[in-house]
């Protein structure tokens, strides 16, 4: 009866450095959503994706992010060359196929800093 | 776009006494879906409540109900016989409920409600 697993829960990075960020969603889920929690602040949609398909990357920033959600294993927010301002916390949630009444499914996050 | 606005960035209470978080949205849409979550010092993400816009009764959950006045677009959050498991950051979130499967939320920017022992 797992939830939305992410992993790492901390991440430490050093400014250019790479980050990879994990979410496999639930059981049966096939949606996954990206957002993004800056310091004092609340979350922050980044990008939205169904197995193979990004189906939508508005706030996705225009450089250094990308996501995947390949067909096996888990989606990944990855963050290159990052810089201090890339520290916050990601989270990921994941919802089933169609239209669905449900809320979302949070996992526990990720709290990346960059040193 | 739509847009969720929390007013109160802090609130407290005394233990065992009534609170009200407030919020408002702005949409054009008819069909949405409105939450409230709770984000302890842990940064867990839980679903405290949640509202249909179709429907005209007030969501409740224990000591946890809403009022939602879909007219004025206001979303507000009551919390009941407080307990200080309830000190956590509240977000009221907003959902379409008319984008085909994409169901990303848009979140206000979070109350941090203090109870008073």
């Known amino acids: 009866n797992a939830g939305v697993m992410q992993n790492p829960r901390h991440l430490v990075r050093r400014r250019g450095q790479e980050a990879r960020l994990r979410c496999s969603p639930m059981k049966g889920h096939s949606h996954v959503y990206w957002y993004r929690q800056l310091p004092e602040e609340g979350l922050k949609f980044m990008v939205y994706l169904q197995k193979e398909n990004i189906i939508d990357e508005s706030g996705m920033p225009k450089e250094r992010f990308s996501a995947e959600f390949p067909k096996e294993g888990p989606s990944i927010l990855r963050i290159q060359q990052v810089v201090r301002g890339d520290s916050a916390a990601y989270f990921c949630a994941s919802s089933p196929p169609g239209r669905s009444n449900q809320p979302q499914h949070f996992g526990d996050g990720t709290r990346l800093s960059i040193l | 776009a739509q847009t969720v606005t929390q007013s109160q960035p802090e609130m407290s209470v005394q233990e065992a006494e009534t609170v009200t978080l407030s919020c408002t949205y702005d949409t054009s849409e008819s069909d949405y879906y409105l939450f409230w979550y709770k984000q302890p010092p842990s940064r867990q993400m839980i679903l405290v409540i949640r509202q249909e816009a179709y429907k005209q009764q007030n969501a409740t959950e224990n000591r946890f109900s809403v009022n939602f006045q879909k007219a004025a677009k206001s979303f507000s959050l009551k919390i009941s016989d407080s307990q200080l498991g309830d000190a956590a950051m509240y977000f009221c979130?907003?959902?379409?409920?008319?984008?085909?499967?994409?169901?990303?939320?848009?979140f206000g920017t979070g109350t941090r409600l203090t109870i008073i022992p």
């Open positions: 979130a907003y959902r379409s409920g008319s984008n085909f499967g994409n169901e990303k939320l848009t």
